[in-house]
Every structure is written in structure tokens, then in C-alpha cells.
């Protein structure tokens, strides 16, 4: 059989109101369109539902059957319908996002703390992890979006740019590059550096602007390659080597004992949110969405923080 859930529909009204034209009008079709679809429906059964009379319409006892039937069937469609036309509008559950570590500490806790405010049925989940495990869990669906450090490949992404962050030195105060307002990436040339290891996001730009200006393994020998920035830090106040860093890998408040310097001409890295292409995000990630886009386009805005807000855009493109 191929009955269609209009036909069901325009039965039940007819069934209700016994008249070919009030049934047409409530529901928006014509008195043909009425008669016709239910002439298909009879077709279809096999069986005559109604005795049409020059006043009104009657139902058969199969009619009669048919109506009874139908009304709760009906009935709990229609509340389908409403409960995922809702679902789809709603924001709540747990939405779990996923953070390469620098980013973690330095842009999510805001974020987290604005999700509470302004979503309260709306649990953010953070999943701190290396660049390349945030990655596989975005594209393995274990969380609803990540924020990273551009990636090299988004060929299976999509990806919308939150903020442009400038490299910066790290040097003990009282090294001779502490007396620059800004440092010339040459100058760099002969100091061993301690930088952050292959498996953070940024250490393949890193690596492409040493070089670019000279500062290769060759004439920058890289001593160590750590996992964590404050382990950096404590090797340069050590005096191992000199670091290069994303600016939003520095505190606030500063690193007492070391220097910040800008490193010119500035270098900046991308830091993107992340999702599956052609995957829609729930209602409630949506909005996840929006306000970790929010708070990060005002964090340093209304700080002077070392990062600069990309322009808003109201959906997620590719980058490169």
C-alpha cells in the first residue's frame, strides 16, 4: 500500500467535521484535492470509508474503524514531531569540546565559565589533549568540535579562524635581547633554544620561521624539546637556551625572572575552531560555538593580550 500521511490527515478532519468544503478550508486544500485524496485512500484500502449524501458525509463502519484507529497513531506522530522539532531548538546536555594544552589553559577557562553563565543547561566538557589526539577526536566524532593551532591538513574540516597569535622570545631578564623593545629573528642566530616538542601544533611554524630567517638547527641549535611551557620556562631561567613561544603561552601576569619580547617581523599562528565537514552540530554545540567564538574575539580585546581577534564570520570556512 502507498498511503500517504496527508491522506491520513485529511481523513480525520473529514471524519471530524463531515464535509468535503469546512475540511478543505481548515487544512488549506481545495474541495477537489479533498475528494481526490480520498478516493486514493479508499483505492488503496479496498474498502469504501465514506457514503457521500448531498448534505454531508457519513462514515462506513470501516470509516467508523479507521478513525478510531487512527486518532491516537495520529496523535503520537504529531508529538514526535513537536519533541524533535524541539530537540533541535533546545540547548542543554553535555557538549564536549577538545583543546590542544596551551590553548587549555590560556582560552578555554573563560570560556567554560561563559558557557555556565549564559547556558546553564549546557554542561562544556573540556578534553585536554595534544594537537594531533584533538584532531582524530574531531574527526572520529568523539567530541563536538575542537580548537587548535592551524593544521596542516583540513581537507575533512571545517574551519573558522577565532584569532592571529605573534611568536614572542623568552630570554632571562638580564640577557642582552632583554634590552631590545623588539627582537629581530637574525639576532637569534648562535643561541640554543629550548622549544616546544613536534607534538604541539605550533611547533611546525616555528620551525618553517626559523628558517626562514636563518635560525635553522644549524646556526640555532634546538638543546631541548619539551611537552609543556612551564617546563620551557624554568630551562630558560635555568640559562639552557633562549625560547621562542605563542604570545598566549605567556601569563598575565608575566614570567618573573625571564623577559617577553616581541620577535620582528612578527610572526603570527592561526587559532581555529575545528569541526567535521558537512556534519551539523547540535543545537546545543551551536551555541557552544558561538560563545567560545565570543570570548576569544573579546578576551584581549579588553585586555590588551598579545593576540588579535579575526573578523567574525557567521560560518565556518576552510583554511589553509
Known amino acids: 500500500m502507498h498511503i500517504t500521511l496527508r491522506q491520513l490527515q485529511v481523513f480525520q478532519h473529514l471524519a471530524q467535521g ?3 468544503s469546512q475540511t478543505g478550508t481548515s487544512i488549506g486544500l481545495t474541495q477537489p484535492a479533498v475528494s481526490r485524496s480520498m ?97 582524530a577526536q574531531v574527526r572520529s566524532g568523539e567530541v563536538h ?38 627582537v629581530s629573528w637574525p639576532l637569534l642566530r648562535g643561541s640554543p633554544l629550548v622549544l616546544l616538542d613536534h607534538a604541539s601544533g605550533s611547533r611546525r611554524l616555528m620551525d618553517a620561521v626559523l628558517a626562514e630567517h636563518g635560525c635553522g638547527p644549524e646556526t640555532c641549535p634546538v638543546v631541548q624539546e619539551v611537552g609543556h611551557v612551564t617546563t620551557a620556562f624554568r630551562m630558560v631561567e635555568a640559562g639552557i637556551g633562549l625560547s621562542v613561544m605563542p604570545g598566549q603561552a605567556i601569563p598575565p601576569a608575566g614570567l618573573p625572572g625571564l623577559a617577553v619580547r616581541p620577535l620582528a617581523p612578527e610572526r603570527l599562528r592561526a587559532i581555529m575552531l575545528v569541526r567535521r565537514r558537512q556534519r551539523s552540530l547540535s543545537s546545543a554545540a551551536d551555541k557552544v560555538w ?17 593576540c588579535y581577534a579575526a573578523p567574525r564570520s557567521n560560518e565556518p570556512t576552510k583554511e589553509s
Not at 478516493?39 to 479496498?46: P, T
Not at 570570548?295 to 584581549?300: D, E, F, P, R, Y
Open 145 to 182: 568540535f575542537g580548537v587548535v593551532v592551524e593544521p596542516s591538513d583540513t581537507g575533512d574540516l571545517d574551519c573558522e579562524t577565532l584569532l592571529h597569535d605573534p611568536f614572542v622570545l623568552v630570554c632571562p631578564a638580564q640577557h642582552a635581547l632583554a634590552r631590545e623593545q623588539a
Open 18 to 20: 463531515h464535509n468535503f
Open 290 to 306: 558561538a560563545i567560545v567564538r565570543q570570548c576569544a574575539q573579546s578576551l584581549h580585546a579588553g585586555t590588551g593580550g598579545p
Open 39 to 135: 478516493v486514493e485512500l479508499e483505492a488503496q484500502l479496498g474498502v469504501r470509508l465514506l457514503d457521500r449524501t448531498t448534505r454531508e458525509v457519513l462514515l462506513t463502519e470501516a470509516g467508523e474503524l479507521l478513525a478510531q484507529r487512527i486518532a491516537p497513531l495520529l496523535q503520537e506522530l504529531d508529538d514526535a514531531f513537536h519533541e524533535v522539532a524541539d530537540l533541535g531548538h533546545a540547548a542543554r546536555g553535555t557538549v564536549r569540546v577538545a583543546s590542544s594544552p596551551t590553548l587549555s589553559a590560556a582560552l578555554m577557562p573563560p570560556c567554560i565559565a561563559a558557557c555556565a553563565a549564559h547556558l546553564p543547561e549546557v554542561r562544556l566538557q573540556l578534553v585536554d589533549r595534544l594537537q594531533q589526539d584533538v584532531l
